[in-house]
């Protein structure tokens, strides 16, 4: 199978489109696409390609690391309660429980962070779908306050990734019932600074997951929601009672609940009549235990089935993360790790996970990536379950899925979407249509974004617009008018002082 990093984006014209908007535009751009179109690729090799001044956020730690960025929480100095506005005619927010106000917390700002975020050309969101409204405009909040008050955004290009037909934002019974007094929905369009600011939606088409037409359609038809009764009747073909294969065929069970997977890896771990090993995790600097990409203390057995979480980063390319393996051998310093249809094991090392913050280079000005923390583990974890939740952005090649408790808008997706063959999937439960959980809302905003993507007039136009803005800015004088106003004032107040006695 491939490595997805390996994936090109020089042949597809719609990831060439995005990364012309990003590279020669201000312009904001929502990008989007059903699982597996590669909007992680991209974003790795706009990283490795782009000039701009960036930083990248997620919304959670585990995203963030594989994004190669920071939390939204931990950049922007967020708490974790709701951002209420304080006016719902302003857009100064606070947070809630009352903890103090947003510009309070702001006070906490560091010199250096103050420094990087006047300096950023662009802000790069991962993982959108999973982003609250609230916390995009908290975002707004902080960007206006230390660059440009009058822009959304402070006048930052941003950059938002992500699928919203997958995981919704988590939001609170409690919660919602704060949030709703100011926002329709808990989905990041409901943002009001994003409807303050003018943005441009890609969908990227291509899926280089699948390659089965009809699987793709099947799976298209539980993304929108179109489910009739004969494409039910053929995703449940899949259904097969009491499933029990073959360890060697490597089957890994996706489920709603973490407690379920967790009772599954227990049980199955215990079952195993070989002894147990133990490796601690080693960490360095600062490396939150939320962020960990696997169990600090990993408990394995030789027979155990794992995944890997880490993709390769040798030459070889031997493995990618969520690939599915057994155990063959353990030493101190290395495993063994056979993996279904491969001839020979896998011998895997310690590897190394870096926790980063951005700092910004007094000399050039560039934003820069500083390690800060390490997490040094096998990079494997337990794979007989895996919630769907931890499953996004993972491929598998034999899946089992139980989503008889499918309680979220796109759970369900998620998990089918993980597979790359229809063959490869097996359903421990029936689908019922009411399992298939979506939000008339987010299919109303899909669709416009889908109907009014931009083409190279579009583009055009908009490097147009961002040439002039930057030709305004380099003639725009009132920064240095206010500075020699703000001079005068103190000499018109210290010139004495200053002077000294004649």
């Known amino acids: 199978m491939n490595n997805p990093d390996t994936l090109t984006i020089l042949t597809n014209p719609q990831l060439d489109l995005a990364f012309d908007f990003i590279q020669y535009t201000g312009q904001n751009l929502f990008l989007t696409g059903k699982a597996g179109t590669g909007k992680t690729t991209f974003l790795k090799n706009l990283k490795l390609r782009s000039p701009k001044r960036m930083v990248v956020v997620a919304p959670t730690g585990v995203a ?32 809630y429980p009352s903890e103090g106000n947003a510009a309070a917390n702001i ?235 491969e001839k020979g094991a896998i011998t895997v090392g310690r590897l190394e996970w870096q926790n980063t913050k951005y700092t910004l280079n007094e000399v050039t000005q560039e934003i820069e990536e500083e390690v800060i923390g390490t997490f040094n583990q096998f990079p494997l974890k337990l794979a007989w379950a895996i919630t769907i939740h931890k499953s996004q952005g993972l491929t598998f090649e034999k899946a089992i899925i139980d989503a008889r408790a499918s309680f979220a808008h796109g759970q369900v997706y998620v998990a089918l979407s993980r597979c790359k063959t229809f063959e490869g999937l097996v359903l421990s439960t029936p689908i019922a249509s009411h399992s298939v959980k979506n939000d008339s809302t ?27 803005q930057l030709l305004n800015e380099m003639l725009d004088f009132k920064p240095a008018l206010r500075q020699i106003q703000y001079l005068l004032r103190l000499w018109d107040e210290h010139g004495n002082q200053l002077l000294g006695s004649l």
Request: with cysteine; hydrophobic share 35%.
């Open 442 to 468: 987010v299919v109303q905003f899909s669709e416009d974004v889908e109907q009014n993507q931009p083409g190279p007039a579009e583009l055009a136009q908009s490097r147009k617009e961002y040439l002039q």
């Open 64 to 95: 963030a690391i594989n994004a190669g960025g920071v939390t939204i929480h931990s950049f922007f100095q967020l708490s974790f309660g709701p951002q209420i506005p304080s006016d719902p005619n302003k857009s100064q927010f606070s947070n």
């Open 107 to 341: 006070k906490r700002f560091s010199k250096e962070k103050i420094n990087i975020i006047r300096s950023l050309d662009l802000l790069v969101i991962d993982e959108i779908s999973m982003v609250r409204a609230d916390m995009l405009d908290a975002i707004d909040e902080v960007l206006r306050r230390f660059r440009n008050r009058y822009r959304p955004f402070g006048g930052v290009q941003l950059l938002m990734i992500g699928d919203l037909q997958q995981l919704a934002p988590i939001v609170k019974d409690d919660e919602w019932e704060i949030l709703k007094q100011y926002y329709d929905t808990a989905f990041f369009f409901s943002s009001r600074a994003l409807k303050q600011s003018t943005f441009k939606g890609i969908e990227l088409k291509h899926i280089f997951r699948q390659s089965d037409q009809h699987f793709i359609d099947l799976l298209n038809k539980v993304r929108d929601n179109r489910l009739d009764q004969g494409t039910l009747q053929l995703l449940n073909q899949r259904y097969i009672p009491g499933f029990n294969p073959d360890e060697k065929e490597g089957y890994i069970t996706l489920t709603t609940h973490n407690y379920q997977s967790q009772q599954i890896n227990s049980t199955k771990l215990g079952q195993l009549k070989t002894s147990i090993s133990r490796f601690s995790a080693e960490v360095h600097g600062e490396f939150p235990e939320y962020s960990y990409p696997t169990d600090f203390d990993l408990e394995l057995k030789v027979g155990a089935q794992v995944m890997f979480v880490k993709n390769d980063p040798s030459p070889e390319k031997q493995f990618f993360n969520g690939k599915i393996g057994k155990i063959t051998d353990i030493d101190d310093d290395q495993i063994e790790v056979l993996c279904p249809e």
